[in-house]
């Protein structure tokens, strides 16, 4: 059973857009947030958007502006939608819901 479903990765050209998406299985328990992190190649995973059960969005600085987080807990999916997209957001992002997501590939290349 696949407990957290991701989709949306792909290729884009620098400022170009995309959508990722992620369903939560109803058996997760206790969700508190949902988000989405990022890992690079050579890089730590780190935070992209995170949206907790009050509706409070957290972003990292450098996507603040052009990343907007989606859906939340109360419906068990959030999105990511990925604006004016930079070489240096080429990475695996994974979606976070109490546990790990496969990841998702996001490629920006021209």
């Known amino acids: 059973q696949v407990l957290l479903a991701e989709s949306g990765g792909g290729w884009v050209q620098p400022g170009g857009s995309l959508r990722l998406s992620c369903a939560a299985a109803?058996?997760?328990?206790?969700?508190?947030?949902m988000g989405w992190y990022r890992q690079a190649p050579g890089k730590q995973r780190e935070l992209v958007a995170n949206?907790?059960?009050?509706?409070?969005?957290d972003y990292a600085d450098s996507v603040r502006g052009r990343f907007a987080i989606s859906g939340g807990v109360a419906n068990n999916t959030v999105y990511l939608q990925m604006n004016n997209l930079k070489l240096e957001d080429q990475a695996v992002y994974y979606c976070?819901?109490?546990?790990w997501g496969r990841g998702t590939l996001v490629t920006v290349s021209s």
């Open positions: 949206i907790s059960t009050s509706g409070r969005r």
């Open positions: 109803e058996s997760i328990s206790g969700i508190s947030a």
């Open positions: 976070y819901a109490n546990l």
